[in-house]
């Protein structure tokens, strides 16, 4: 049977809805209206879904030295994927509203923990109802099942890394997935810092998605990405971002245009500036 490990389309997942090891996770999340996507959640979503809230179910605990979103440990996250149903043998597909910018960082975490048996729904839920297939309006029920996590610390870039890489020079290439103005220091609505990492380039995670949410070509995907490391496509990589949520974007995309999964810097953008200490660079106006 075919093993979806990075995107499906939404006839495909309609055609084996009903297959008894596949398990869809709704993500659906507002940064500015936290409680937003569970509402909608229960308002309508596809049938046998869970809902997997960003900041409950997809982080862990923030302190006083975490970005906005750390990741949760990792025996704590495998007992809520087995709530949710998800075993070893399960195919997982999750979705967002659209682009997948939520979605993504289930999909990555999930192969962080060894599971690549997990694709996000291309379009995501918009594709679906724009496809007119059936909703659920219920809460769902699921058997529990046994996840065990084989975490891969490989996949992680911590702070002190980063900064001791760039106090060295040569570390490896910064990919910062913000939008350009976020990245360039002329506007902030979420952090209290603007500007980004001395070194770090700019590729928005939303130049890797149509105006309707799905995914471009995988010949579009490479021109973009081109753009980013030009003729250089094999080396290792750094993704990031605001929190380590869109920077799980850029991930799948790099794999999308066959190039390298990056290491992931969980604690990005709002882990960075705590410290004042840590170089900060704009663009000039």
């Known amino acids: 049977m075919t093993s979806y490990n990075y995107l499906i389309r939404v006839d495909e997942l309609r055609q084996q809805l009903n297959e008894p090891h596949w398990r ?38 923030v302190t006083a030295s975490t970005g906005r979103h750390p990741l949760p440990a990792a025996d ?10 998800i075993g070893e043998d399960s195919q997982v597909i999750v ?4 682009s997948g910018a939520i979605a993504a960082r289930l999909w990555w975490m999930l192969r962080w923990l060894g599971h690549e048996h997990v694709a996000v729904l291309d379009g995501g839920y918009a594709a679906w109802q724009k496809g007119g297939y059936p909703v659920s309006h219920r809460d769902e029920t699921i058997v529990r099942a046994r996840f065990q996590p084989l ?12 900064l001791a890489s760039l106090k060295a020079g040569g570390g490896p290439p910064i990919v910062d997935a913000r939008a350009r103005l976020r990245y360039a220091g002329s506007s902030e609505a979420l952090d209290p ?38 003729d250089a496509r094999g080396g290792a990589w750094v993704s990031m971002c605001g929190s380590g949520v869109s920077a799980c974007h850029l991930a799948l995309s ?7 999964e990056p290491r992931l810097y969980v604690g990005s953008w709002s882990e960075w500036i705590l410290d004042p200490d840590r170089p900060i660079a704009t663009d000039a106006a």
């Open 24 to 61: 869809v996770v709704d993500c659906r999340f507002d940064l500015m209206q936290p409680a937003k996507g569970c509402e909608e959640y229960r308002q309508d979503h596809i049938p046998g879904a869970q809902y997997a809230n960003l900041d409950q179910d997809l982080a862990g605990p």
């Open 76 to 85: 704590a996250f495998a007992l809520t994927l087995s709530a949710w149903g």
């Open 95 to 98: 979705y967002d509203h659209a």
């Open 151 to 162: 975490p891969d610390a490989g996949l992680i870039i911590s702070t002190d890394e980063l």
């Open 193 to 230: 810092v603007a500007g980004h990492i001395p070194g770090a380039v700019n590729h928005p995670f939303s130049e890797s998605v149509a105006a309707d949410g799905t995914w471009k070509s995988r010949d579009e995907l490479q021109a973009g990405w081109a753009g980013v490391f030009g």
């Open 254 to 260: 790099a794999r999308l245009a066959s190039y390298p």
